[in-house]
Every structure is written in structure tokens, then in C-alpha cells.
């Protein structure tokens, strides 16, 4: 069975609940990466900050990104995987939700994350298709 853990991007980094999101923004440049979890003081996943929510719910309403803390963005539970789970679970939980990316949590702890491109790398071609349909459908 091939697991979370498998198709995951492992070490993924947190941006701090208090840092701004113009270091958001930075750390993202610097990973080559389009979106970052944000982990709280308690070093537990507090939510999940994309350029697009720098871009329209800070830059596009004229706020500051040098003044706005990364766990502002941050917006009720974030979904996550557990690294145990099974491929199709990972699928199924992306599915449900609209989402695009998802963290692995081992141990409470985050260990990875999934994107569409790890994905593309490990599941099939017809699996892919349903994949991006279900999360295209209706934007």
C-alpha cells in the first residue's frame, strides 16, 4: 500500500504564526514553493498561507505585507493527512475539500506536504484526471 508518507514532500517548512507575510513571501521565493503552513508557538499546524492569500487578502486591500502576521490569513481547521494513510484517502480528502495541497502529520507533528505535483508523479493518469476535474469543477 503506498502511503502519504510516500508521495509526500518531506521536511517541509512552517512559517511562524507572528512573522509577517513579507517573510512569507520570502520563504516562499527561497523554496521555490507556492504555499507555506503556518505552525503556532505550540509548534502545531495552525493553518496553511498561499501567495494568492497574500496577494488578495493582504496586498489587494492595501494592507501592509511587512505589518500582517502570517496567523491572520490563518482560517479555521486546516485539513490534513495522516502519513499513514493511504493514497486513496490522500485523494479523497483533497477531493472533498477543493484543495490543492495538503500537510502530513505524523507523531501531531507536520513531516511533509502533497501538491498536485506530487501527485502527478505517483498516482495514475486516469486518477490524475479525476483528480483535477473535482478540484477544477466549479471555479
Same mark, same amino acid.
Request: proline letters at 4%; aromatic letters at 2%; glycine letters at 8%.
Given at each position: 500500500?503506498?502511503?502519504?508518507?510516500?508521495?509526500?514532500h518531506?521536511g517541509?517548512?512552517?512559517?511562524?504564526?507572528?512573522?509577517?507575510?513579507?517573510?512569507? %513571501?520570502?520563504?516562499? !521565493?527561497?523554496?521555490?514553493?507556492?504555499?507555506?503552513?503556518?505552525?503556532?508557538?505550540?509548534? !502545531?499546524?495552525?493553518?496553511?498561507?498561499?501567495?494568492?492569500?497574500?496577494?488578495?487578502?493582504?496586498? %489587494?486591500?492595501?494592507?501592509?505585507?511587512?505589518?500582517?502576521?502570517?496567523?491572520?490569513? %490563518?482560517?479555521?481547521?486546516?485539513?490534513?493527512?495522516?502519513?499513514?494513510?493511504?493514497?486513496?484517502?490522500?485523494?479523497?480528502?483533497?477531493?472533498?475539500?477543493?484543495?490543492?495541497?495538503?500537510?502530513?502529520?505524523?507523531?501531531?507533528?507536520?513531516?511533509?506536504?502533497?501538491?498536485?505535483?506530487?501527485?502527478?508523479?505517483?498516482?495514475?493518469?486516469?486518477?490524475?484526471?479525476?483528480?483535477?476535474?473535482?478540484?477544477?469543477?466549479?471555479?
Amino acid at each position: 500500500m503506498t502511503t502519504a508518507r510516500d508521495i509526500m514532500h518531506p521536511g517541509a517548512e512552517c512559517i511562524g504564526e507572528n512573522e509577517t507575510l513579507f517573510k512569507a %513571501a520570502q520563504m516562499m !521565493r527561497d523554496l521555490d514553493v507556492g504555499s507555506l503552513p503556518i505552525c503556532g508557538l505550540d509548534d !502545531r499546524l495552525h493553518g496553511i498561507i498561499t501567495d494568492r492569500d497574500i496577494v488578495l487578502r493582504c496586498c %489587494a486591500e492595501g494592507r501592509d505585507p511587512s505589518q500582517v502576521k502570517a496567523g491572520e490569513l %490563518a482560517q479555521g481547521a486546516p485539513h490534513w493527512i495522516d502519513a499513514r494513510s493511504d493514497v486513496d484517502r490522500v485523494l479523497t480528502m483533497m477531493e472533498e475539500h477543493k484543495i490543492r495541497r495538503i500537510p502530513v502529520i505524523s507523531d501531531h507533528r507536520l513531516v511533509g506536504m502533497i501538491s498536485e505535483a506530487d501527485l502527478a508523479q505517483h498516482i495514475a493518469e486516469d486518477q490524475l484526471a479525476h483528480f483535477v476535474e473535482t478540484i477544477c469543477a466549479g471555479k
